[in-house]
Each structure stands twice: as structure tokens, then as C-alpha cells.
């Protein structure tokens, strides 16, 4: 069975840095590109960034660059999101989701979300 | 930069279609797909490459993309579909989702 597990958010004071992790099982997460979304609670979707299959490929939401960086360790069947310089703007559920590369890119398992609060 | 323009919400009743749609320049030059998020859960895709279903969605749920305007629809909406729906496509290498429409069924 396929899954993504996100961990890592949390409360964090504005101006600080967090990384999320996302541990993937039941499929071969060396040969899939891998998605960042997130979500304000109750509000839509937003896309944070997506790395393919040996990282040498990113790419970032541009309000984002420069502050959060993707990355991945295919050794450990993981994801990640290093998040710097947070603010109150960036509270929020973060999602990773596998991606798939079919003439376009989809979002075909998510995890369930870890919360990232950014409060004082 | 791209926008995805979705109605905030579609109201329909049990048994009947429901068309939700998701507008943006040329967007029939790209892939549409949408998702599904019921509350408290995680998004679920439910359409991609405009028309194809992944494999556990339902047939009655079907999509169309021409001009600038992307279509899902659902044939028969039963009370479980009620949700919020996200259009999303990519251009320019980003990822852009809609504003989401929230489905009723009553």
C-alpha cells in the first residue's frame, strides 16, 4: 500500500526554521518525483514545490525562493522541506504528495498533513 | 503569473448532474486535473490529463477541458460527493491550483 507520512511541523516562533520530513513505503520512491502543497485551515490548496527522482530538479512556488529549499534522501525513503525565516503567512497544514509524470504532473497520494503554526 | 478561477460554490440535488468548472487562459492548451477534499481528510485526485480517472474513482465522474475552461462532472451525485473540489494545472513549471468550489448535495 502506498503511503506518505509527513512529520516534523509544530509550533514555531516567527523568524525561525523547521524542517519537515515525509517517509514514503510501498512503492519504489526512488522513481517518483515528489510534491509539497499546503493549506491555510480552511482556505484552498497551495503548491510549494516539487523535486524529481535524484533532486537535481526543483522547482519552487517564486513567493517562496529563497526561504524554503526540497529535498530528498532516496536511501531513506524520504522527503523533506527545510523552511526558514517563517512568518505568520506560512501557518499552515503542509501535505507531500507523490507525483507522477504523465505528459503533465499529478498529485496521486497525499499524506495526511503535519500543522506548522508560526506564533509568538 | 497563471490563475485558475473556480465558482466558490455549486449547490445540487441528490441524483442529479453536477458541473463544476475551472477557467483560465488557454487552460485547454494544458492538462486540467482536479481533487477532491471531504473534510478533516487529505486531497484525493479524482481526474487528470482532463478526462482520465484513477483507478477506485467512480465512473459517474467524468471531466472536459477546451478553450479556458475545464469541466468535472458528476453523472448521479450521490450525498458522499460532497466536498470541495481543486481544479489545478501547470504552467511554466508551477504548479497552480484553483480557489476551490465547495459541492452541496441536499
Known amino acids: 500500500e502506498v503511503q506518505v507520512v509527513e512529520s516534523g511541523g509544530g509550533l514555531v516562533q516567527p523568524g525561525g526554521s523547521l524542517r519537515l520530513s515525509c517517509a514514503a513505503s510501498g512503492f519504489t520512491f526512488s522513481g517518483y518525483w515528489m510534491t509539497w502543497v499546503r493549506q491555510v485551515p480552511g482556505k484552498g490548496l497551495e503548491w510549494v514545490a516539487t523535486i524529481n527522482q535524484d533532486g537535481s530538479e526543483k522547482y519552487f512556488v517564486s513567493s517562496l525562493k529563497g526561504r524554503f529549499t526540497i529535498f530528498r534522501d532516496n536511501a531513506k525513503n524520504s522527503l523533506f522541506l527545510q523552511m526558514n525565516s517563517l512568518g505568520a503567512e506560512d501557518t499552515a497544514i503542509y501535505y507531500c504528495?507523490?507525483?507522477?509524470?504523465?505528459?503533465?504532473?499529478?498529485?496521486?497520494?497525499w499524506g495526511q498533513g503535519t500543522l506548522v503554526t508560526v506564533s509568538s | 503569473s497563471y490563475e485558475l478561477i473556480q465558482p466558490p460554490s455549486v449547490s445540487v440535488s441528490p441524483g442529479q448532474a453536477a458541473r463544476i468548472t475551472c477557467s483560465g487562459d488557454k487552460l485547454g492548451d494544458k492538462y486540467a486535473c482536479w481533487y477532491q477534499q471531504k473534510p478533516g481528510q487529505s486531497p484525493v485526485l479524482v481526474m487528470f490529463q482532463d478526462t482520465k480517472r484513477p483507478s477506485g474513482i467512480p465512473e459517474r465522474f467524468s471531466g472536459s477541458n477546451s478553450g479556458n475552461t475545464a469541466t468535472l462532472t458528476i453523472i448521479g451525485t450521490q450525498p458522499l460527493d460532497e466536498a470541495d473540489y481543486y481544479c489545478q494545472a501547470w504552467d511554466s513549471n508551477t504548479a497552480v491550483f484553483g480557489g476551490g468550489t465547495k459541492l452541496t448535495v441536499l
Open positions: 504528495a507523490r507525483t507522477l509524470y504523465l505528459l503533465d504532473f499529478y498529485f496521486d497520494y
